[in-house]
């Protein structure tokens, strides 16, 4: 088994975010692939009860800086509210782009890909093996496409364990959605969470039907649905009811209480 204590390429020196919640970050980069690394963003709580892979939507490439700073999506449901999870008592790792899609189109068109399953992989087994916590991929927008698809081509012990869907992809003309994926193959707990006023075309609540029916083999699953909040600009970013912009906080206490749930 790989030691993957050798596999830190480069750490940022851990440092506290906040001391009352006894937080700290380092940024890690992983080797994955030959040549390639998965540059993401590690937070760590005192008393961790479980890890999550937070997966932006959009591209999907964060351009990571060493000291967690980031060129892009920083408005992204899951990367503004990556302080929350920890709060909750998760370790979060916020994952970019790798090293070889680090210019457009990113990760755009490689969600359903044998080297982002290869990248994630090896993401899963790091946490499993550093924090000694349940590992659970979160994904919102087009990161449920990454988080599904990843979670239908592992098993066993290199699966997730669990899934969370946010602001999933419904439909989609460029590439496949969520629920056209074989998603009777993932029997680890899956939540879904959605807004039902999310006005992206890709995500209407009223296409959710197709999603629900095609996971009731999953021996755990639940749909959480919000409403609520604020929705400025676009309806397909952040800052949208897609993206849950002003509920944050519910959102992701209800996550947590989910995951956290025995």
Same mark, same amino acid.
Request: glycine share 8%.
């Given at each position: 088994?790989?030691?993957?204590?050798?596999?830190?390429?480069?750490?940022?020196?851990?440092?506290?975010?906040?001391?009352?919640?006894?937080?700290?970050?380092?940024?890690?980069?992983?080797?994955?692939?030959?040549?390639?690394?998965?540059?993401?963003?590690?937070?760590?709580?005192?008393?961790?009860?479980?890890?999550?892979?937070?997966?932006?939507?959009?591209?999907?490439?964060?351009?990571?800086?060493?000291?967690?700073?980031?060129?892009?999506?920083?408005?992204?449901?899951?990367?503004?509210?990556?302080?929350?999870?920890? *709060?909750?008592?998760?370790?979060?790792?916020?994952?970019?782009?790798?090293?070889?899609?680090?210019?457009?189109?990113?990760?755009?068109?490689?969600?359903? /890909?044998? *080297?982002?399953?290869?990248?994630?992989?090896?993401?899963?087994?790091?946490?499993?093996?550093?924090?000694?916590?349940?590992?659970?991929?979160?994904?919102?927008?087009?990161?449920?496409?990454?988080?599904?698809?990843?979670?239908?081509?592992?098993?066993? /012990?290199? /699966?997730?364990?669990?899934?969370?869907?946010?602001?999933?992809?419904?439909?989609?003309?460029?590439?496949?959605?969520?629920?056209?994926?074989?998603?009777?193959?993932?029997?680890?707990?899956?939540?879904?969470?959605?807004?039902?006023?999310?006005?992206?075309?890709?995500?209407?609540?009223?296409?959710?039907?197709?999603?629900? /029916?095609?996971?009731?083999?999953?021996?755990?699953? *639940?749909?959480?649905?919000?409403?609520?909040?604020?929705?400025?600009?676009?309806?397909? *970013?952040?800052?949208?009811?897609?993206?849950?912009?002003?509920?944050?906080?519910?959102?992701?206490?209800?996550?947590?209480?989910?995951?956290?749930?025995?």
């Amino acid at each position: 088994m790989r030691n993957f204590k050798t596999l830190l390429a480069s750490l940022f020196l851990a440092l506290p975010l906040f001391a009352s919640a006894q937080l700290t970050q380092k940024v890690v980069d992983l080797p994955t692939r030959a040549g390639v690394t998965q540059r993401m963003l590690v937070i760590t709580p005192a008393q961790p009860k479980a890890a999550v892979v937070l997966l932006a939507g959009g591209h999907g490439g964060l351009q990571m800086a060493m000291d967690g700073s980031m060129q892009w999506g920083k408005g992204n449901f899951l990367v503004r509210s990556r302080e929350r999870f920890a *709060e909750q008592g998760l370790v979060v790792a916020v994952v970019d782009a790798p090293s070889d899609k680090q210019a457009a189109p990113y990760l755009a068109g490689s969600r359903q /890909s044998a *080297e982002h399953v290869a990248d994630l992989k090896a993401v899963i087994a790091w946490l499993r093996e550093s924090a000694k916590v349940p590992v659970w991929l979160v994904g919102t927008s087009r990161g449920t496409q990454s988080a599904a698809y990843v979670a239908t081509e592992l098993a066993g /012990s290199d /699966s997730p364990d669990g899934i969370v869907l946010t602001a999933t992809i419904l439909n989609d003309r460029r590439s496949r959605a969520v629920p056209a994926m074989p998603l009777s193959k993932i029997r680890v707990p899956l939540l879904v969470v959605h807004h039902e006023q999310d006005a992206c075309a890709a995500c209407l609540f009223s296409d959710m039907s197709l999603l629900m /029916s095609q996971l009731k083999g999953n021996p755990r699953h *639940e749909l959480i649905a919000f409403k609520g909040g604020q929705s400025t600009g676009d309806p397909c *970013e952040a800052m949208a009811y897609h993206g849950f912009n002003g509920i944050e906080a519910d959102v992701v206490s209800q996550i947590a209480l989910w995951i956290n749930k025995k």
